[in-house]
Structures are given as structure tokens and as C-alpha cells.
């Protein structure tokens, strides 16, 4: 047996070189999570109210009403159907009914009957008389009854589905919770963030109880417990506490006894050589909370406690245990909530275990707060919470004065967090009404809710997620960034830190982004599952027979995430059948994922987490059809970037950038390999690189040791490659390879396309504008380029720096009248259209928002592929490895979008009284030198005349 160890802790981190090099199906995914299983601790505690007798009501009878029913009890049993808890319908009021038997002797006369989580608004009644009424999504509702003679139990629960102003000048039907996100409770078969009602149970308790305890417990080994003590005032003798605090094998680490003084009280604990909590080391300790009336216990709850401290510092860095952490992780906005709620633990850890196999330490809830049954796992296996606070779309000209409702929201979720020390994060709202403005009340909320967040879960830090720029900031915020992936993206690959102007980003101060993505094509079992679903629901997702039938997406059912669908298939271009598009889909997630997580990790001074959205769709109706942003579809299967996504979220990761997607033979190319170091200490690498060709011979090789920093990021090399010269397209493979302490832990690779010269060009060419810099770029092909002049029919090229002026716009007008080819190349379409003039025969100007006059332009003589416009480099080094596009259905390009702006079609075309002028906003000009697809472009494009189609 060697004597190396197998996995290396340091502090809150580890690097487990038994983890397998890659997962790419869900068998090797299974495979994982039960190696990382083995490793999760039993639960410290089996019986958490030991002096308690609890009977679940499981059996019940439901039946949906349009009205709230007058008369819940005479209502007439033929009209229900049996159900069990829990259960969620979309209907607007549901109308459960359960008939109990005779209780036995041990049952006294004053139970408690506890409704747990109701979602909106529900009314007990016991035989015929309401008994209780409760209002919330999170909290409990109880109601004493005589459990010995009560015979039949209805709950009516209202559904929040209520009609409020967004505006002063619009309404919106809010689906689930009224105050809340919209998610609440949501549909029968579709994603289901809460149920109606989760459970139903008596319990039989002393009229003194403990009503609620949880423990801010740090990692100094001091803690303050808050205790609750219902019913003191029924006490006949002095009440007392006894704190305990004790490993999983019992020994006793701290004790204190605490002369009750009202309802609530803190108990301040110290313990002495306890071991923190971290995801490496879960360590949980057994907290033990007694009431005692005189010399008699009357109540005992028992908790797990873990000690720790997680903290954010003024310039946004975080720290757990006193040591730098850099949150990585995934989302969830599903997959653990029903199973928490039926009880499935072993899913939930399974979902848990995901996070672990893709190297995240964090795992963000987003759109609803689970039962804390999801915590109390997160805690054992070792997993840190971000809980997103689901109120954002609480505030409305209607309820400007009304705010307890929603703050009591926000207090039933800190209690429901609170004492875990598995969360670390509390974030509120998010994306509140994000493009409506913030009037006083949203302002108000926002604070008032901090003030809670602060009193009720002191032990994690408290967040403002992501509600635009220009929202005022009560809490930091955290930052959501899709680039290439929402239609309003006006950059690749570039994110809300490239600019220093955007208001979402506090100069100077770290945030974590806590959403990020690229969209993919899920699997064809998926696809059909998810086109069943939606024919129930009365709604039609068109597939072809088999996954190799020709497929194109369609417009989706949704009109923001429609738009989304056409974006990804203009990513990805025109395929021959729906296996196709999954696997390049796949392809295009996989860049994205490593591209965006890798340029986050490595901007050190705006980042302080990197949070994916998400991991899981949980349902067979997607959040979004078609194309979604998940690493596991609704039928288990992996996607394309989930493999990526894992290799980004390595502690200790390795990235080659600035490598093109092409390039000419005998070009000098100098990429780097960047490491991040997530590791709270110092450690020593070996980096080893080569570049071959495909014939394996080696063109470039190096191996390099280098020492990392705690929590930095380094481009450990920089190759330098000289690209052979070749006389038809090849390929260069670099290969990394990353050893720390001398074992293998991390490989990646990139290619770039090797090609011949660009071809000669015979035709003579006139320029307007800077010639000698188009003879630096293209006079090797290109020996005819001269410059502009108005008696001849060359073709006219237009470079970037030539302004628009009246004059220039006289000549070109004639140029065009006389029958000759303009082309303006790396305009902006929307802004220089304007000098054509009314009598355009054709226009393409795809403004994707607005769609206006989005005619496609066929390039299919070009011979031009869909790839061949893809992942273009930029000019300043970053690689364009989703240039959004267009395709004409034979399979070839039509017209593409590409360049800083995206907004606008890459070319357009407008004739002229047989000439013809086409704007190209394709990085033609900036990368003639360097990008071989830019020489077919502009000779394409010199290459009339084009077919509208």
C-alpha cells in the first residue's frame, strides 16, 4: 500500500486524487456519489422529541373548489377523492378532509394538531368549528384539540393565486405564493417548488414545551442558543433550562443551566476543543435543549450542532474558520424538494453528493425554501447552502403599506435556516420586479428584511441577489451573468466586470455571482418525456420520429425563453437531426461552462464565488422547453457540459485560453495555461504541455514547476508554437497536464485548425478608407487592392475608420447606382441603414428583440458551413466561442452575429438599381491577418450576387 495519501485536506478544501478523471454518463456518476457516500457520518440524532408522541395523518380525502367552501363539514364525501400529503394542485382552493378513529387512552385530552406548511392561507376546522387560521408558506399552523373525541378534521387551504399591480399601469396574474416569488406552489406535473400542504400530525406534548430552539454555534468554539418556551405562563413552578452539548459518543463538551425569565431567552455556551464544520470535515455535535419545571423534566428537544464561521469582509472576500473560501457550486431549483418532503433522504443526499462529485462546496436553493430536513442533510454530508430568499415580487402599488405579511415570510425562512451551520448564505429578494422601479415600499422591504435576517439567522451572511444596477442597496449584492445565453447580450464571453461602467457592480468590492450558464439541447428520452407532459397540459412540442429525423426548434410556449430557443440554434447552426443538434449543443455548453467559470475564477479582485445555474430539471415540464440551462436533464442523463462544468470547479483547475479556433500555417501562437489555486494554502505544481499534429508528431513541449498561492490565479505558461505549414486543413492538439505533489489531478486540451494561405484573389478592388492597412492584412491574396475611385465598376470596400459623412454617402449612393458592390465592413447595422435611403428592396436587419424585417440572405455558393463562422478570435485575444447565427435550412449559413455588438445582424444587404450594398458586422477587418474564415468571408462577400431566399 503506498504511503501517499489519497486525499490531501487542507483547512475547509480537499484534494481527493481517488476522484475519477472524468464523468461524462450517469453510470460514472452513480459510481461516484456511492464512493462519496461512504464517507457520509450517521445522524447524531434518531429522535429529535424524545418526550413526545407523535401520530402522522397521512390517509386524507381532497376535493378541488372554485370558491371557498361555506360549510367545510357538511360538504358530502362523494365529492372527495383520497389522497396523501403531500399533494399540490394548481386549483384555487383544496378542500382536504380526514376522518380519525378512536384515539387511545394514552392520548390526553389536549393534543396538538400540527399543519405543516400549508401554502397560502388555511383554515382548520374539528367536527364543523374552525379551529385555527394561519396565513405563510414555510411556518407551521397548530391547533389544540381533544384528540380523543375529534371525529372529523377539514382544512381548507387558498391557493395564492391573486391578481396585483405590477405598475401603476399593469396587473399580473402571481401564480403560488401571493408575496412571493410565483414558484410558490405552481402546477400538478410541472416543477413544484412547495406543495399545498406538506404534512399533517398530532402530538401529544406537556402544556410547557420547548417551542423552538436553534444554536448560532462558532468555530471558537462559542455558541448562543435561542430557546422559545410555549406555554411558561401554565408553569406551576419555577422553570429552568439545561443546555448540553456532546460529541456523537456522548462525551460532554459544554453545559449550562438557565433560570427561565420569559418566552424567549439566549443561552451562551462555550465549548473547549471542539473541531470546526466544514465540507471536509462535517463534524456535528449533539445539542440537547430540557426544560424543567422544579425537579421535573416536562420537555427535551434534541439537535445536531456544528461549529463554525463564515464571514464576508468589507471588500467582499469570504472566509470559513478564519481560513479564504471561494464559494463553487451549483443550483438547485427542484430536484431535493420533493423528495425532503415524502421523506426520501437518501435522494436528497444523492442530490447532495452531485454538488461533492462536481468538485462544488456550495449548493444555492433557489425559487423556494425546502423543509429543513434538506439543512439538517446538507450538514451531515458537508455541503454549504445558499438559500435564495424567494420575495421578489412582493411589493406592489397595492400593498405599498402592507408589509408584515412578507416580512413574516422572510422570518419563517430564517428560522427555518437557522442553527444549520450548513448555511452559509441568505440573500433577499431576488430579481425583484427587475424592470419596474423601486418605490419606497421595495426599499423599505428590503431593509426591514435585512433587520430580520440579522436577528433571526445571525451565523450566515446576508445578500441582496440580483435585482439590476441601479437597485438601491440595503444588503451587498450578488450578481447574476448570462453572456450568450439571454437575448439581451451585447458581448461574448464577456460578463457585467469587463465593464467598468455597469451599475449591477460595487467598485472595489468582490460579489459572488450567483448565476451563470449556458443553455443546452437536453437528451431525446428527455424531449419525449417532456412532449408527453406538455400534451397533458394542452400543449404541443413537435418532435420527428426518431432523434435522427430532421428537427428544428420551434417558437416556445414561453415568449422571453422563445427567444432563448432561437438564440441557441443560431449558436449551434442548422444540424441534419435532433441527435445533432444534442451533441453539438452539447459541445457549445461544454465551452461556455469552461470559458465563464474559468474567467470568473480567475478575476480575483470582482469574485468572490462562482454559482452555476442549475444542476437538475426536477420536472417533465421544463423551465424552459427546448433548451435549458441544466448539467442533468429530466431523465437523469448528463449533458455536454456537466464533464466541463466539473474540471471548472476543481479546487485546483487548469484552463489553456487565448488559443483560436484557427489559424494560418506558419503563425507564431502564444496561449496561456492558467491554474486557480482555491486552496487555502500554498502548494507545488508541475504543469507539463505539448503541442502536436494529428499524426502525433511534437511541434512545441515544456514542463514547468511552479508554487501557487493560497486562493490566487496564475498562468503558470505561456507555449510559444510555431504552426507548421501545410497545404490542406490540419489540426494542432495542446495538451496540459497538471501533478500536484507528483500524482496526476487535472488534464486539458484545446485545438486549433492549421490552414493553407488564404487563395489568391484576381479581381481588382477598390478602397475607401485605410489601404495601406488592408495591404498589411490581405496583400499576400489580394495583389489588386487600390485606392477608391468613382470611374470604374470594382467593387468597393469600406474599412471601419471611414466616417459616414454626407459626402461619403453621396458617393457611395452612386457608386451603388452604377451598378458596383459596397461592402462596409464591422459596421453597426441599426445605426448606419439610415443613409440607404427608403427605396431598399432588402433589408436584413434581425433586431432580435423586436424582430423587425428579419429576411435570411443566402451564402450557400460561398461554401461557407455553419462551424465556419464560429468561435472566431477577437482582437483583443478572447475567442468568440458562441458567435450567435443563422442558417439557411440547406445547411449553410445565411447571415451570422458575431462581433462586440450582438445585438444586429452580422450582414446585410441592400440593392440598389443593380448595385449592391452589404453591411458586415463579422470581425472581418479586425482579424484578416490572423482568422482564415475571414478571407472566405470577405471574398464571399466580394463575390455577388447574392439570392434572398
Excluded at 338 to 345: C, P
Amino acid at each position: 500500500m503506498s504511503a501517499t495519501p489519497t486525499r490531501h485536506r487542507f483547512a475547509h478544501e480537499v484534494v481527493d486524487f481517488d476522484a475519477p478523471a472524468a464523468i461524462t454518463t450517469r453510470a460514472e456518476l452513480d459510481a461516484e456519489v456511492e464512493r462519496l457516500r461512504s464517507d457520509v457520518p450517521a445522524a447524531v440524532i434518531e429522535n429529535e422529541r424524545p418526550l413526545r408522541t407523535v401520530h402522522a395523518l397521512t390517509q386524507w380525502n381532497v376535493r378541488a373548489c372554485a370558491e371557498r367552501p361555506a360549510d367545510p363539514a357538511a360538504a358530502d364525501a362523494s365529492e372527495f377523492a383520497p389522497v396523501t400529503l403531500p399533494h399540490s394542485t394548481e386549483d384555487a382552493y383544496l378542500h382536504f378532509r380526514a376522518v380519525t378513529v378512536p384515539s387511545d387512552a394514552a392520548w390526553a385530552e389536549r393534543a396538538v394538531l400540527r399543519v405543516v406548511r400549508p401554502d397560502y392561507e388555511a383554515v382548520v376546522y374539528v367536527d364543523g368549528r374552525a379551529a385555527g387560521r394561519r396565513r405563510g408558506y414555510l411556518g407551521t399552523l397548530e391547533v389544540e384539540i381533544d384528540a380523543r373525541r375529534a371525529r372529523q378534521i377539514d382544512i381548507v387551504i387558498r391557493r395564492a393565486r391573486d391578481r396585483y399591480r405590477w405598475s401603476g399601469e399593469s396587473e399580473g396574474e402571481n401564480f403560488g405564493d401571493a408575496h412571493g416569488k410565483g414558484l410558490g406552489s405552481v402546477v400538478a406535473d410541472a416543477v413544484t417548488a412547495g406543495a399545498a400542504l406538506d404534512a399533517v400530525e398530532l402530538e401529544l406534548r406537556p402544556p410547557v414545551h420547548l417551542a423552538y430552539v436553534a444554536a448560532d454555534a462558532r468555530a471558537d468554539g462559542t455558541a448562543d442558543v435561542a430557546i422559545e418556551v410555549g406555554g411558561a405562563e401554565k408553569a406551576t413552578e419555577g422553570l429552568s433550562l439545561v443546555v448540553t452539548v456532546t460529541t456523537a459518543d456522548g462525551d460532554v463538551v459544554a453545559r449550562q443551566r438557565h433560570v427561565v425569565a420569559g418566552t424567549r431567552t439566549s443561552v451562551a455556551l462555550s465549548a473547549a476543543g471542539i473541531t470546526p464544520w466544514s465540507p471536509v470535515a462535517p463534524v456535528l455535535y449533539r445539542l440537547t435543549v430540557q426544560v424543567w419545571s422544579g425537579d421535573e423534566l416536562v420537555d427535551e428537544i434534541r439537535r445536531p450542532m456544528g461549529f463554525r464561521t463564515f464571514e464576508r469582509a468589507a471588500d467582499g472576500s469570504l472566509s470559513l474558520n478564519g481560513a479564504p473560501v471561494l464559494l463553487r457550486g451549483t443550483t438547485t431549483i427542484g430536484c431535493v424538494w420533493d423528495a425532503s418532503r415524502e421523506g426520501r433522504d437518501e435522494d436528497v443526499i444523492r442530490q447532495l453528493l452531485i454538488v461533492k462529485a462536481l468538485f462544488g462546496n456550495v449548493l444555492r436553493v433557489h425559487v423556494a425554501v425546502p423543509p429543513a430536513r434538506v439543512f439538517e442533510l446538507a450538514d451531515r454530508v458537508g455541503v454549504m447552502i445558499y438559500q435564495d430568499g424567494p420575495f421578489q415580487w412582493h411589493c406592489f402599488a397595492s400593498r405599498e403599506a402592507e408589509l408584515d405579511e412578507e416580512l413574516l415570510q422572510v422570518e419563517e425562512l430564517a428560522r427555518t435556516v437557522a442553527g444549520h451551520p450548513s448555511v452559509v448564505v441568505v440573500s433577499v429578494p431576488n430579481e425583484m420586479h427587475m424592470k419596474v422601479p423601486f418605490h419606497d415600499a421595495d426599499v423599505a422591504f428590503v431593509e426591514r428584511a435585512a433587520e430580520v435576517l440579522r436577528e433571526q439567522a445571525p451565523g450566515a451572511v446576508h445578500l441582496q441577489d440580483w435585482s439590476g444596477g441601479t437597485r438601491p442597496r440595503a444588503l451587498p449584492q450578488a450578481v447574476h451573468d448570462y453572456p450568450g445565453y439571454f437575448y439581451a447580450t451585447t458581448g461574448a464571453l464577456t460578463g457585467v466586470f469587463d465593464d467598468p461602467a455597469n451599475e449591477q457592480v460595487d467598485p472595489g468590492v468582490r460579489a459572488i455571482v450567483s448565476e451563470y450558464g449556458g443553455g443546452v439541447v437536453p437528451s431525446w428520452e428527455a424531449m419525449r418525456r417532456t412532449q408527453d407532459a406538455h400534451a397533458r397540459r394542452g400543449e404541443t412540442i413537435t418532435l420527428p420520429p426518431t432523434e435522427d429525423g430532421r428537427w428544428t426548434a420551434e417558437a416556445s410556449l414561453y415568449e422571453m425563453t422563445g427567444e432563448m430557443v432561437r438564440t441557441h440554434q443560431r449558436v449551434i447552426g442548422w444540424r441534419d437531426s435532433f441527435a445533432e443538434y444534442h451533441r453539438v449543443s452539447g459541445e457549445a455548453q461544454s465551452r461556455v461552462l469552461t470559458r465563464q467559470t474559468g474567467r470568473m475564477r480567475r478575476d480575483r479582485r470582482h469574485v468572490s464565488g462562482v454559482i452555476h445555474h442549475y444542476l437538475q430539471n426536477p420536472g417533465d415540464v421544463m423551465y424552459n422547453p427546448w433548451v435549458d440551462l441544466h448539467v442533468i436533464d429530466n431523465a437523469g442523463e448528463l449533458t455536454g457540459g456537466f464533464s466541463a462544468l466539473r474540471d471548472a470547479l476543481r479546487p485546483v483547475s487548469l484552463e489553456v485560453t487565448g488559443l483560436p479556433n484557427r489559424a494560418y500555417g506558419r503563425s507564431s501562437l502564444n496561449p496561456e495555461i492558467w491554474v486557480c489555486n482555491d486552496l487555502p494554502a500554498e502548494i507545488a505544481v508541475d504543469l507539463e504541455w505539448t503541442a502536436r499534429t494529428e499524426a502525433g508528431e511534437v511541434v512545441a513541449a515544456e514542463t514547468v514547476a511552479a508554487r501557487l498561492g493560497a486562493g490566487s490565479a496564475v498562468a503558470v505558461a505561456t507555449p510559444e508554437i510555431v504552426l507548421p505549414a501545410v497545404d490542406e486543413a490540419g489540426a494542432i492538439v495542446l495538451t496540459a497536464r497538471l501533478r500536484i505533489e507528483g500524482r496526476a489531478w487535472v488534464e486539458a486540451a484545446e485545438s486549433v485548425q492549421v490552414h493553407p494561405a488564404a487563395p489568391v484573389w484576381e479581381g481588382d478592388v477598390d478602397v475607401l478608407g485605410d489601404l495601406d492597412g488592408f495591404v498589411e492584412r490581405a496583400g499576400a491574396w489580394m495583389p489588386r487592392l487600390r485606392p477608391y475611385a468613382a470611374d470604374n465598376a470594382h467593387p468597393v470596400v469600406v474599412t471601419p475608420d471611414v466616417a459616414l459623412t454626407a459626402e461619403v454617402i453621396h458617393e457611395l449612393r452612386s457608386a451603388t447606382e452604377h451598378g458596383r458592390i459596397v461592402v462596409l465592413l464591422e459596421r453597426r447595422p441599426g445605426d448606419d441603414l439610415g443613409w440607404i435611403g427608403k427605396h431598399i428592396e432588402l433589408a436584413v436587419t434581425g433586431d432580435q428583440p423586436v424582430e423587425v424585417a428579419n429576411v435570411e440572405l443566402s451564402m450557400r455558393d460561398s461554401g461557407l458551413t455553419t462551424d465556419d463562422l464560429s468561435r472566431w478570435a477577437t482582437p483583443d485575444g478572447r475567442v468568440l466561442t458562441n458567435p450567435l447565427m443563422g442558417i439557411d435550412r440547406r445547411g449553410t449559413p445565411a447571415w451570422a452575429r458575431c462581433g462586440h455588438g450582438l445585438q444586429m445582424s452580422a450582414i446585410q444587404e441592400a440593392s440598389r438599381l443593380g448595385g449592391l450594398v452589404l453591411v458586415c458586422q463579422l470581425l472581418v477587418w479586425s482579424t484578416l491577418s490572423d482568422e482564415p474564415m475571414a478571407a472566405r468571408v470577405l471574398q464571399a462577400l466580394l463575390a455577388a450576387p447574392y439570392r434572398p431566399i
